[in-house]
């Protein structure tokens, strides 16, 4: 593509000549006035002259045409990949590249914004990854965009200027436009919550776009995995249910609401959200039968923590001595047995029996209704000293009923290091503690106790042995509650470094944790975790069964998957998620839950191809729409950038002409010597036509 154009040169600058040029013309006008004979040639004179100072030439360009470029842009997230939506996709892709391969002058770039690992799966952004394919190009090369895409995009630029600056902008929806759906929204719900107390969660569901008149949806309510909770719902009106947290941590809770015959997708029917559970404040009732050196430990230990509300009793001196003390002037506090253990005994959170004999005080009524708090759900230790060897030992009063552990009735006085037991390698509770191996032999490396009771072990778990790898710590589940039961009343010794010492505070911190069932201290659960785009899955148990587990992703795909051992009683594994929602991962007797992307997202919540999203940039590039299912691929014709860029059944893409210059020539208009000729020939021609 050449082009032709002419240039001057002024031989003088502008300032001589513009005065010259002004005499002349006076000179001239004078002479029309005065009807001066050879006016025509003193014209052809100073017309010569004039052409001669400004030294005019013809400049030829040698051009070669710049391809404009055009972009097309595919949405492969998750909501095109229902119903026959990826099948339309490829479809419209093969007679794209047919269709643009007919101009020679354009450059065609395709984007795929969805698809690969790193890709987000909760929104779809299209006009970010069309701002990087054209980060490079001129804006004034730019033939347009062209969007496969359902209109779901949650980037549409809100600046008008942005809006226009990539020429026409063409969609090409995925969808049909008679589709419906039916979702469930978590319209409101807390990201954190008291355990044991209520939270509320205001959920709707909605029959998009239009619902029947006083329709009501059923909701099935999970609360981690657990059993399903059926709940009616208004449709188009937000709901407030409440749910009780039972433990501290993550609590998942899952919404599914049933599904229409023949809506688009049943993905966004269900939603989740999690709901970490906090302990507002810790109580724990402590209760030492006598002051030994042990008291002081346990009343560190509890409160060193702020959380912990620590009410402690010591009894020192049983209701039977008599020993002539008046009562005036006894400073000593009553045991308050009723309001402890009757009115406000469900209010702690956890209770501790250190080196308790039976003195009396507490009747058996009371004893019994500890029982029942266990059974129910409560959190009991026993820390037994000498006295519970004796014949009035504890165990032989209702609280009996929930030990793990019966006395022999000896007590062994000898030094020796409590040993993790096989079974306590894998129990979370006992599981890694700092000092477990390293020691002599292989043994542990923390220092010796000195006491021990004989026990004999009828239920539970014996994750700590002692002298003759006797039970020294067991734990067990009794009706919903939990026991533990320390064989020794001298894990004070590792609190005074005696011999290096030992992890009491971590042992004692984990043993309360898993007493008051907190979830990190599970010792049969099953996890699953989303860390990014992967489902982390990691199974605790106690015995070396390794079952494969199943996922099923939010589609009802499933997928089994084989667990490693990572450590003794851990096992993990990974897989990657294929799209955004709820996994399920079950071992056939556990269950866990798995929220990928960000809980209830975007790129769920309306899965119906629209074009109001994108309605604002059709209009500001001058764009056009069509519907792949009715209309397929409309015929693409190349416009000029001043006329109309859509039409019936057409896109156009902007020719913008542009060009780089690969070579120039210039010929002088006026030699020099045929300029002076027309001048004074001109001037002769004057003078001869005057003089007659």
Do not use: C
């Not at 063409?170 to 719900?189: C, S």
């Not at 906090?278 to 060193?304: A, C, Q, Y």
């Not at 402690?312 to 002539?324: A, M, S």
């Not at 542990?444 to 790898?469: A, C, E, K, L």
């Amino acid at each position: 593509m050449d082009a032709a154009s002419v240039a001057f040169s002024p031989l003088l600058p502008w300032t001589v000549l513009g005065p010259l040029f002004g005499l002349a013309v006076l000179a001239l006008l004078v002479g029309a006035w005065r009807r001066a004979p050879g006016l025509g040639w003193r014209l052809l004179a100073f017309a010569a002259l004039a052409a001669a100072l400004l030294n005019p030439s013809l400049v030829e360009e040698r051009r070669d045409p710049i391809r404009d470029v055009a972009v097309v842009v595919v949405d492969r997230s998750p909501s095109d990949q229902i119903e026959d939506r990826p099948a339309r996709i490829d479809a419209a892709l093969a007679d794209l590249r047919t269709k643009l391969a007919a101009f020679p002058d354009l450059e065609t770039r395709f984007v795929t914004v969805g698809e690969g690992a790193s890709a987000p799966l909760d929104e779809t952004h299209l006009f970010e990854a069309l701002g990087a394919a054209t980060a490079d190009v001129p804006r004034r090369r730019l033939a347009g965009a062209i969007l496969v895409t359902d209109g779901q995009v949650h980037d549409v630029p809100t600046d008008p200027a942005v809006r226009s600056s990539f020429g026409p902008v063409h969609t090409l929806l995925t969808g049909r436009p008679d589709e419906f759906d039916r979702r469930i929204v978590v319209a409101q719900a807390p990201s954190f919550g008291l355990v044991g107390q209520d939270v509320t969660v205001t959920l709707r569901v909605d029959d998009l776009p239009n619902a029947e008149p006083g329709a009501v949806a059923t909701v099935t309510a999970t609360k981690d995995a657990g059993a399903p909770e059926a709940l009616q719902l208004p449709v188009g009106r937000d709901t407030q249910v409440s749910f009780r947290l039972d433990h501290g941590g993550p609590t998942v809770f899952e919404f599914a609401v049933e599904g229409l015959p023949g809506e688009l997708s049943q993905a966004n029917n269900r939603a989740a959200i999690v709901v970490n559970g906090v302990r507002d404040r810790l109580r724990v009732l402590l209760v030492s039968g006598e002051p030994h050196p042990g008291e002081r430990t346990w009343r560190n230990i509890l409160k060193s923590d702020p959380s912990v509300d620590l009410v402690h009793f010591t009894i020192l001196r049983p209701p039977e001595k008599q020993d002539g003390t008046p009562i005036n002037e006894l400073s000593l506090i009553s045991f308050p047995i009723r309001e402890l253990f009757e009115t406000n005994l469900k209010d702690f959170d956890l209770i501790i029996f250190d080196r308790y004999r039976r003195m009396g005080v507490l009747p058996n009524l009371y004893l019994g209704n500890i029982a029942r708090y266990v059974q129910e759900g409560g959190a009991f230790l026993e820390v037994s000293g000498e006295a519970f060897a004796e014949p009035l030992s504890l165990y032989r009063t209702p609280i009996g009923n929930i030990l793990p552990a019966e006395p022999t009735g000896e007590v062994l006085e000898q030094g020796f290091q409590p040993v993790v037991t096989e079974l306590g390698q894998r129990h979370p509770v006992t599981a890694t503690l700092e000092g477990s191996t390293g020691g002599p032999g292989g043994g542990p490396s923390w220092g010796r106790w000195f006491r021990q009771i004989d026990v004999v072990p009828h239920g539970g778990n014996v994750v700590m042995t002692g002298i003759g790898d006797r039970p020294l710590l067991v734990l067990n589940r009794v009706g919903e509650g939990r026991v533990a039961q320390m064989a020794s009343d001298q894990i004070w010794l590792w609190s005074r470094g005696f011999e290096g010492g030992g992890p009491q505070a971590e042992l004692l911190r984990r043993l309360a944790h898993w007493l008051m069932r907190e979830p990190e201290l599970e010792e049969n659960v099953l996890r699953a975790e989303a860390a990014g785009q992967r489902i982390e899955i990691r199974r605790r148990n106690l015995d070396q069964s390794n079952p494969p587990v199943t996922v099923t992703d939010p589609d009802g795909k499933t997928q089994s998957v084989t667990l490693s051992e990572a450590s003794p009683g851990l096992y993990a594994g990974r897989v990657n998620a294929q799209g955004p929602g709820i996994y399920r991962v079950s071992d056939g007797d556990k269950t866990a839950l798995a929220v990928v992307g960000t809980l209830n997202p975007p790129e769920l919540s309306d899965m119906r191809a629209v074009t109001d999203k994108l309605a604002p940039v059709t209009e500001a590039s001058g764009g056009g729409v069509a519907w792949l299912a009715s209309d397929g691929v409309p015929t693409l014709r190349r416009t000029r950038p001043d006329r109309a860029a859509a039409g019936a059944g057409w896109f156009g893409l902007r020719g913008n002409g542009d060009y780089t210059v690969t070579g120039m020539t210039e010929t002088p208009l006026l030699p020099p010597l045929i300029a002076l000729f027309l001048g004074l020939g001109g001037l002769m021609a004057a003078w001869r036509r005057e003089g007659r």
